[in-house]
Nanobody, 125 residues
Framework: QVTLVESGGGLVQAGGSLRLSCAAS????????EAWFRQAPGKEREFVAA????????TYADSVKGRFTISGENAKNTVYLQMNSLKPEDTAVYYC??????????????????WGQGTQVTVSS
């Protein structure tokens, strides 16, 4: 069993920055990749970024490339999402997710076994 808890969301003005954190607990040794997704009202859950267990591989949605950075700190079992140059269209609930399969880093929500509760990010004009 793995538990994921997101934190760091909030309200920022357009152009500002936030750093989200996802802390994993429990059987964290079964995690081989983690990802961030987001979901805005009336929209489907959308892939944002993913990272391999060793941090060597990352991938990003086109909409956030150059603005967001995913990283990990293994000693703390924590994955981060640094979000810069935020836009109103980034407003959503952000979720972290974990996969037990090696080297997949899927963009499909159904591929992930464990999910956090989400943290709200609101970007004002």
């Amino acid at each position: 069993q793995v538990t994921l808890v997101e934190s760091g969301g909030g309200l920022v003005q357009a152009g500002g920055s936030l750093r989200l954190s996802c802390a994993a607990s429990g059987r964290t040794f079964v995690i081989f990749s983690e990802a961030w997704f987001r979901q805005a009202p009336g929209k489907e859950r959308e892939f944002v970024a993913a990272i391999s267990r060793d941090g060597a591989s990352t991938t990003y949605a086109d909409s956030v490339k150059g603005r967001f950075t995913i990283s990990g700190e293994n000693a703390k079992n924590t994955v981060y999402l640094q979000m810069n140059s935020l836009k109103p269209e980034d407003t959503a609930v952000y979720y972290c997710a974990a996969d037990t399969r090696l080297g997949i880093m899927s963009v499909r929500p159904v591929a992930y076994h464990y999910w956090g509760q989400g943290t709200q990010v609101t970007v004002s004009s």
